[in-house]
């Protein structure tokens, strides 16, 4: 069953963005000048037989010689990008490795590309592959975990722009970054328009904010961590510190009984919208139908940063009774950089949509 969602009006109470525009290029590429092989300065690794990478227009196919047959149809700009697309079920990945980028005097670079990863059904469910980027300062060094910067696991139905803010452990003269292609299966991983972009400074500030019902469905008494709503946060610019504050959930429930103390919990994850690689932040018990999350302070990276609301339920929660939450006007509050401002909504529910329900466990 289908999730309702909220539609709602973002108004600032008090805000302004102070942003200084000046950008600079430090990197390019396209892909365009190296139809059928990679571009001049670009290295490859652990590439085998067909699972290699691929500098096409378009995304994965299963008949390269139909127009239009590719997944997308074609690159986002001119008419080559690089696609990793290898049929198979054994998590195979190749590396692609840009030129050295010169990053010594950088201020507050940004690595921004063009991105897709559609989810395909080819013959074993449907699936979409995966990409995670890492950066080192040798040429020599090994890509290592916490040199990880970003990893895409969710699918990416159209060619859609990323942006990775850089640490400034990678702010020397000679810094490479690695784009790695995972199969699942899927129509492939496809990058265009590669680029490293001095931005300058911007203030953080919220850019938008998308609220979810997570679950419609059964809940059995007695269970833990059943997700009922998701907020997800997208924060842009890259100097200051935006703060969530505080988040106040008012009930829906039938009784707010079948629900254990503390039993409503906020997590959050700041790289997904995994929920369960999310991180508990906070729990609460419902008083007189409202449950305050206050004094949050949780940082707000640039970004996607997703929370969940969860309900754990009491072994002796009355049969059939529904469980759900919304948010009241002014109900979540964050502070920018300069200024201090509540989201408010204007919601309304999907008719017909059912809440979840409880059931005793058989």
Request: glycine share 6%.
């Amino acid at each position: 069953m289908k999730a309702s969602r909220f539609v709602y009006t973002i108004l600032f109470l008090i805000g302004f963005i102070n942003s200084l525009t000046a950008q600079d290029t430090l990197f390019y590429e396209n892909f365009d000048n190296s139809p059928g092989s990679k571009p001049f300065g670009w290295t490859t690794e652990l590439e085998a037989g067909d699972s290699k990478w691929q500098f096409v227009n378009g995304g994965g196919t299963k008949n390269p010689d139909i127009p239009g047959s590719r997944r997308p149809s074609y690159s986002y700009s001119g008419t080559v990008n690089a696609l990793y697309f290898f049929e198979s079920l054994e998590g195979e990945s190749v590396i692609l490795v840009t030129p050295p980028v010169n990053l010594e005097f950088a201020l507050r670079p940004e690595l921004r590309f063009m991105h897709v990863q559609r989810e395909g059904n080819l013959g074993f469910g449907a699936a979409h592959d995966e990409l995670r980027i890492y950066y080192k300062t040798h040429y020599d060094s090994a890509w290592t975990e916490i040199r990880k910067i970003a990893e895409f696991t969710d699918e990416v139905f159209d060619w859609t722009e990323q942006t990775v803010l850089l640490p400034e452990e990678a702010f020397v003269p000679e810094c490479y970054f690695a784009f790695e292609a995972k199969t699942n299966y899927g129509w492939g991983v496809g990058i265009d328009d590669v680029q490293v972009i001095e931005t300058d400074v911007q203030l953080r500030h919220v850019d938008e904010v998308t609220i979810s019902q997570e679950n419609t469905g059964i809940l059995p008494t007695g269970s833990k961590n059943n997700q009922i709503l998701r907020i997800n946060v997208s924060v842009k610019g890259n100097t200051g510190i935006a703060t969530l504050n505080s988040l106040d959930i008012s009930s829906l429930n039938t009784s707010d009984t079948d629900i254990n103390a503390n039993g409503i919990k906020l997590y959050y994850n700041h790289s997904s919208r995994n929920f369960f690689a999310a991180t508990l932040l906070d729990s609460a018990s419902f008083v007189s139908g409202e449950a305050l999350f206050s004094s949050l302070d949780l940082n707000l990276p640039s970004g996607h940063t997703s929370l969940w609301v969860s309900y754990d339920i009491k072994e002796d929660a009355v049969h059939n009774n529904m469980v759900d939450a919304m948010f009241k006007s002014g109900s979540i509050n964050i502070n920018t950089p300069g200024s201090y401002f509540s989201l408010k909504f204007r919601f309304r529910r999907k008719p017909k949509t059912l809440r979840a329900r409880i059931v005793v466990p058989v």
